[in-house]
């Protein structure tokens, strides 16, 4: 279309979009319109008076014409030119910005590597290069983690392990202050993989009158190839905790094909399945479980093995970083009556040496029963009444207990359990829970994740059947999965016996998770038989029915059958799975480079959960050599209790990050965490050239995007770029084609509708 246009009109769409138009006749305007409306006027009054037996559309019609006719004429006379601003040659300087990453060694659209575009249009003898050199001073560079200056394309290796975009534009910016810079030529496939934003350097560009013209080199689409996303796993879970991973697989040219997904500790596999490859270009989620068997700081690899014909494999891999802490975390379990319920979780959980359940169960008015407490004075007092006692705990179960034994102020601190110190608490049916417990109106019916529903007056039912089944989510929920598989799972559940309720609950609140459901048992909609919600920093679970143990005790489940231990300690594990230490620590990045800064944040509060400003908080990081070094953590002020540090690795391999504080002497706690330091794969990682991100680097700076197909017009174009020193130019427009094309097209219209009237 662009040549059409140009025949047409003379010059480039470009010069269009970068110039004014303005007329260049001497004599006023205002006189050469006049002369067109009198024109006008005597072509409609020359055509009325033509034969009475010619309609009179016809005439206004030939009238219009004439005067369109006359029209473009007196624009002609009146001497329309084009104005615009243009790069004095020879003045000016343009700065070329090539891409030495890793990408670039990746095919191209012709096959070849993307870096040997680069040698041909901008080497010794490159086309592109001659044309530059033969119109502006030229300075290159090249960029990937940084920006260098270079002196040629011979200086490019393509070994970088990081493009940071934004990041060399701002150093060419800085760099060419102190000339007249007509432009920015960037050489890249658009692979930007730096976390920084690129919208303040475009500011920065845009302020400077710097148009930056990309050259984006490599296909939209690969035609084969296998990516595995982010892995987006738990970052700290127990020893021997089921983990749910969902992969995010993309792929083109194997739709249909079945693969085999494997899951790698340290190269042993502790997972394979075989998956069907999604739709070319559709992005699917693959469901994976495993079991955490080794405790420490693990790193576990997602891996599908390379296809035939697959144009990049380094892609078919990622690495998921996770923390196995081999500890137990005590969960209060407190029930208001004797029952079999406590009884049989009890026994489901004991033999887990990561899970402490801790009993209190009422048996008289002021009188508990204590079970599994670590020592004679934990909870002698009954339930806890005060945040040091209550938040000492990970997790809490609330049983069958009325809402009217608790004080306002407990209430207000089992909500507080979950919302400020980030515990799971855990809500189980029975005669006095949720509404027949009175819980309506109180701080806990805001931290349940279901709605109450109010009982029928009919009293012809003491409870209600509930056969469950999982939901989609649930079926393969590391809560509640029951299988291998989805369908596993879901099997499995339906051979189940039936519980019972006495809590008749069918709505969850917005935003809470159903896992686990039953088919209404009376009129009416389905029961809700698990349902979660994030609650503030911590978790809250509903599990309606009174009496799981028959899972465990009905005469139909068999003697050796252990879904009713798997489904608690399943349960209890993930009911504490996020629950965060008064000392907590994470990095701005798992997987840095080597010498790329890592920041270190540490949450610090004390036993209240109360965040700390004047602690001493202390970053102690270990090399994989073995060296220590130690760097206090200063507060960051605009957040309580946050701290903050910086360390920069120096070789590739896992760094231990631990945290330590301290208050006036006394120890507030400590956390651990680590990174891995390695050049990594990421360059390899949605390798195709990212065009729309080009797009908008060359449109919010003034520039314009290209490809090697239309390159060889970026030379004329920077001349008309705006940037740098400029002179007006103008250019004529009265002679283009179209105004004679035109014209002629309004004579032969006039000439045919009269010849057609029998006027010619």
């Known amino acids: 279309m662009e040549p059409l246009f140009q025949f047409l009109f003379k010059f480039r769409p470009l010069l269009y979009q970068k110039g004014q138009i303005a007329f260049g006749a001497a004599w006023p305007t205002y006189a050469l319109v006049l002369v067109i409306i009198i024109a006008g006027l005597v072509a409609f009054f020359t055509y009325a008076r033509v034969r009475a037996d010619v309609p009179r559309s016809t005439r206004i019609i030939l009238a219009a014409i004439r005067t369109a006719a006359l029209i473009v004429i007196g624009v002609c006379l009146m001497r329309p030119t084009l104005l615009v601003s243009t790069a004095?040659?020879?003045?000016?300087?343009?700065?070329?910005?090539?891409?030495?990453?890793?990408?670039?060694?990746?095919?191209?659209?012709?096959?070849?590597?993307?870096?040997?575009?680069?040698?041909?249009?901008?080497?010794?003898?490159?086309?592109?290069?001659?044309?530059?050199?033969?119109?502006?001073?030229?300075?290159?560079?090249?960029?990937?983690?940084?920006?260098?200056?270079?002196?040629?394309?011979?200086?490019?290796?393509?070994?970088?392990?990081?493009?940071?975009?934004?990041h060399a534009l701002d150093h060419v910016r800085q760099e060419m202050a102190g000339v007249p810079l007509a432009g920015?030529?960037?050489?890249?496939?658009?692979?930007?993989?730096?976390?920084?934003?690129?919208?303040?350097?475009?500011?920065?560009?845009?302020?400077?009158?710097?148009?930056?013209?990309?050259?984006?080199?490599?296909?939209?689409?690969f035609t084969r190839d296998v990516q595995i996303g982010r892995v987006q796993a738990p970052r700290r879970v127990l020893k021997g905790s089921t983990l749910v991973v969902d992969v995010p697989i993309t792929q083109r040219g194997y739709a249909g094909h079945k693969v085999p997904l494997t899951v790698?500790?340290?190269?042993?596999?502790?997972?394979?399945?075989?998956?069907?490859?999604?739709?070319?270009?559709?992005?699917?989620?693959?469901?994976?479980?495993?079991?955490?068997?080794?405790?420490?700081?693990?790193?576990?690899?997602?891996?599908?093995?390379?296809?035939?014909?697959?144009?990049?494999?380094?892609?078919?891999?990622q690495d998921a970083f996770v923390t196995v802490e081999d500890r137990r975390d005590k969960i209060l379990y407190f029930e208001g009556q004797p029952r079999w319920e406590l009884k049989f979780v009890r026994r489901a959980v004991v033999d887990d040496p990561n899970l402490q359940l801790v009993v209190l169960q009422r048996t008289a008015d002021e009188k508990f029963l204590r079970l599994d407490v670590d020592n004679g004075q934990e909870l002698v007092a009954g339930f806890p009444t005060t945040r040091e006692e209550l938040f000492a705990y990970r997790g809490v179960i609330i049983g069958s207990v009325e809402a009217s034994f608790f004080t306002h102020a407990q209430l207000q601190l089992l909500a507080d359990f979950a919302s400020k110190r980030g515990g799971g608490l855990m809500f189980i049916g029975g005669s006095h829970a949720f509404a027949e417990g009175g819980y309506e109106g109180t701080p806990l019916a805001d931290a349940m994740p279901v709605i109450f529903e109010k009982r029928d007056a009919d009293p012809t039912?003491?409870?209600?059947?509930?056969?469950?089944?999982?939901?989609?989510?649930?079926?393969?929920?590391?809560?509640?999965?029951?299988?291998?598989?989805?369908?596993?799972?879901?099997?499995?559940?339906?051979?189940?016996?039936?519980?019972?309720?006495?809590?008749?609950?069918?709505?969850?609140?917005?935003?809470?998770?159903?896992?686990?459901?039953?088919?209404?048992?009376?009129?009416?909609?389905?029961?809700?038989?698990?349902?979660?919600?994030?609650?503030?920093?911590?978790?809250?679970?509903?599990?309606?029915?009174?009496?799981?143990?028959?899972?465990?005790?009905?005469?139909?489940?068999?003697?050796?059958?252990?879904?009713?231990?798997t489904f608690w300690r399943q349960l209890l594990r993930w009911l504490v799975s996020d629950v965060a230490d008064p000392v907590y620590a994470t990095v701005s990045t798992e997987t840095p480079l080597p010498h790329q800064p890592v920041t270190v944040f540490a949450s610090v509060e004390d036993s209240t959960f109360n965040p700390v400003n004047d602690a001493g908080v202390t970053l102690s990081v270990t090399e994989p050599s073995g060296a220590r070094t130690e760097v206090p953590m200063e507060w960051t002020?605009?957040?309580?209790?946050?701290?903050?540090?910086?360390?920069?690795?120096?070789?590739?391999?896992?760094?231990?990050?631990?945290v330590n504080a301290t208050r006036k002497g006394a120890s507030l706690g400590t956390n651990s965490t680590f990174v891995s330091a390695s050049a990594g794969e990421r360059e390899y990682f949605d390798a195709e050239m990212r065009e729309p991100l080009l797009q908008r680097i060359a449109k919010e700076t003034g520039g314009r995007f290209y490809t090697p197909s239309n390159v060889s017009s970026l030379p004329e174009d920077i001349r008309y770029s705006g940037g740098g020193s400029t002179s007006r130019e103008e250019m004529d427009l009265w002679d283009m084609p179209f105004v004679f094309l035109l014209l002629i097209a309004l004579l032969g219209a006039e000439w045919g509708v009269r010849r057609a009237k029998g006027l010619a």
């Open 88 to 166: 004095l040659p020879r003045q000016n300087y343009v700065a070329v910005l090539i891409d030495d990453s890793r990408s670039m060694r990746l095919p191209g659209t012709d096959g070849k590597p993307r870096g040997a575009f680069v040698q041909q249009q901008l080497g010794a003898n490159g086309a592109l290069l001659k044309d530059l050199a033969g119109r502006y001073t030229l300075r290159t560079f090249k960029f990937s983690s940084g920006a260098e200056k270079v002196s040629g394309t011979s200086d490019m290796t393509y070994a970088g392990d990081e493009t940071q975009l934004g």
């Open 184 to 221: 920015i030529v960037v050489v890249t496939d658009g692979a930007d993989n730096s976390s920084a934003p690129l919208s303040e350097s475009l500011l920065s560009l845009r302020n400077s009158s710097v148009p930056v013209f990309t050259v984006g080199v490599g296909p939209n689409h």
């Open 264 to 317: 790698e500790d340290g190269g042993r596999i502790v997972s394979e399945q075989e998956i069907e490859l999604p739709a070319d270009g559709a992005t699917t989620p693959v469901r994976v479980h495993f079991t955490a068997t080794e405790d420490g700081d693990r790193t576990y690899k997602f891996r599908i093995a390379s296809l035939p014909g697959e144009l990049v494999t380094q892609n078919n891999s």
């Open 461 to 565: 039912y003491k409870s209600l059947p509930v056969k469950v089944m999982p939901t989609r989510i649930g079926a393969t929920h590391p809560a509640t999965q029951l299988g291998g598989s989805e369908r596993e799972s879901t099997e499995h559940w339906a051979k189940m016996p039936e519980l019972t309720t006495v809590n008749f609950i069918h709505r969850a609140k917005p935003g809470a998770t159903v896992l686990l459901t039953s088919p209404a048992p009376r009129a009416g909609e389905n029961q809700v038989v698990l349902a979660a919600q994030r609650y503030g920093k911590g978790r809250t679970i509903a599990l309606t029915p009174q009496d799981t143990w028959l899972w465990h005790m009905d005469a139909a489940v068999p003697l050796a059958d252990k879904t009713y231990e």
């Open 637 to 658: 002020v605009s957040k309580d209790g946050e701290y903050r540090a910086t360390f920069t690795p120096s070789e590739p391999g896992a760094y231990d990050v631990k």
